[in-house]
């Protein structure tokens, strides 16, 4: 059982590229999240999603966008890459509330440098 | 104002000794608390969950819940140089799933 996988693992974008980060569970989780973390920052929610086809901001979505076309699948779009988005990315996913939710369930991370 | 608040530390304490971990939350409404272990370079791994006021043990670690106060604690008993990590105290509010993490409590066992 692989849980939640992240691609890729690290990566360097120049400033303006654009790039997909991908995550896929297969838990059938209903909900999945992508979070970012910077250093002495925490985690900051950047967009969410209760099922296929329903998407939903978070705290810091500007630069971002989300698709959720299946339950497995929920890519990050980054798109014209800044130099503030370069963090280490987490995608969670977990069971709706009401059926033995008990936390997230997270990828390994991607860590990303915009130079 | 930050919604859940931890002493980013960090914390150092002995070998064998007792680690206290604290966190205060501002949305009364909370109603599920997580305590998360995340070491260097690694993703977050869920080690407790509480949601009602009081104690809860599991093995070394005990979580504390006082809601009247909006505080959550974690105890690890004989602290081990391998729990050296950050803790991130991570809150739901009522409704929905979406968890609110702290910027975590960096404890370091030292030898």
């Known amino acids: 059982n692989a849980g939640v996988t992240q691609t890729p693992k690290f990566r360097i974008l120049k400033i303006g590229q654009s790039m997909t980060l991908q995550c896929t569970q297969d838990?059938?989780?209903?909900?999945m999240y992508w979070y970012r973390q910077d250093p002495g920052m925490g985690l900051k929610l950047i967009y969410y999603s209760v099922g296929a086809g329903i998407t939903d901001k978070g705290e810091v979505p500007n630069g971002y966008n989300v698709s959720r076309s299946t339950t497995e699948d929920f890519p990050l779009r980054l798109e014209l890459a800044a130099p503030s988005q370069t963090s280490v990315y987490f995608c969670a996913s977990s069971p709706p509330w009401d059926r033995g939710w008990d936390g997230y369930t997270f990828g390994s991370g991607t860590r990303l440098t915009v130079v | 104002q930050k919604e859940v608040e931890q002493n980013s530390g960090p914390l150092s304490v002995p070998e064998g000794a007792i680690a206290s971990l604290n966190c205060t939350y501002s949305?009364?409404?909370?109603?599920?608390f997580f305590w998360y272990r995340q070491y260097s370079g690694k993703s977050p791994e869920l080690i407790m969950s509480i949601y009602s006021n009081g104690d809860k043990e599991d093995g070394r670690f005990t979580a504390q819940l006082n809601k009247a106060s909006q505080y959550v604690s974690l105890l690890i008993r004989d602290s081990q140089p391998s729990d050296s990590a950050t803790y991130l105290c991570a809150v739901k509010a009522g409704g929905g799933n979406k968890l609110t993490f702290g910027t975590g409590t960096q404890l370091k066992v030292e030898l």
């Open positions: 838990m059938n989780h209903n909900y």
């Open positions: 949305d009364r409404g909370s109603q599920s």
